[in-house]
Nanobody, 124 residues
């Protein structure tokens, strides 16, 4: 069993930056792929970024490539991060952390565990 707790969301002006963190419990954290998804009001939950179990491979949605960076700390903190730069109002959403032993890291339905989400609001 893995429990995920996101933090770092908030209100930021367009062009600003935020760093989201996702702390994971459980001794098997390092064996799971980790992902970030987001959901805006009235929209489907969509893929944002993901990182494989070792941290060697990362994946990004086209809308965030070059602006967002996903990373993980397996050794000490059991934490995955999402560094978000050049934010715009279109990035406003609840951001969810997720974990699982997945084949396609961009597929929402392959992940087993989800956090409760953290709100990111970007003002224009």
């Amino acid at each position: 069993q893995v429990q995920l707790v996101e933090s770092g969301g908030g209100l930021v002006q367009a062009g600003g930056s935020l760093r989201l963190s996702c702390a994971a419990s459980g001794r098997t954290f390092s064996s799971y792929a980790m992902g970030w998804f987001r959901q805006a009001p009235g929209k489907e939950r969509e893929f944002v970024a993901a990182i494989n179990w070792s941290g060697e491979r990362t994946y990004y949605a086209d809308s965030v490539k070059g602006r967002f960076t996903v990373s993980r700390d397996n050794a000490a903190k059991n934490t995955v991060y999402l560094e978000m730069n050049s934010l715009n109002p279109g990035d406003t959403a609840v951001y969810y952390c997720t974990a699982g032993r997945v084949y396609d890291l961009m597929r929402r339905d392959e992940y087993n565990y989800w956090g409760r989400g953290t709100q990111v609001t970007v003002s224009s």
